[in-house]
Nanobody, 119 residues
């Protein structure tokens, strides 16, 4: 059974940093793409960025480029979202998700972790 478990959220001031972790288990993820999403109150879920587990290629939405970095630790089966220079508009519940590399649909989701950035 595939499980994705996020951790690392919290309350920080604007300009601070946080690192979210997503521990994956239940299968080999080398052929998967891991994505990070977020959902702010009253808004739709938004894709933040992703990483190909096999190649390490990453991609991000424009609003986080240069501030957020996604990486993996293959030995720990863990994906990270390093968030620097946080802004109040980054406040949201952050989710990690996984999709097979040839699929467009993310089939596996974590439970989410809250990130709150105060001004």
């Amino acid at each position: 059974q595939v499980q994705l478990v996020e951790s690392g959220g919290g309350l920080v001031q604007a300009g601070a940093s946080l690192r979210l972790s997503c521990a994956a288990s239940g299968r080999t993820f080398s052929s998967y793409v891991m994505g990070w999403f977020r959902q702010a109150p009253g808004k739709e879920r938004e894709f933040v960025g992703g990483i190909s587990w096999g190649t390490g290629n990453t991609y991000y939405i424009d609003s986080v480029k240069g501030r957020f970095t996604i990486s993996t630790d293959i030995a720990k089966n863990t994906v990270y979202l390093q968030m620097n220079s946080l802004k109040p508009e980054d406040t949201a519940v952050y989710y990690c998700a996984a999709r097979y590399m040839t699929s467009q649909r993310y089939d596996y989701w974590g439970q989410g972790t809250q990130v709150t950035v105060s001004s």
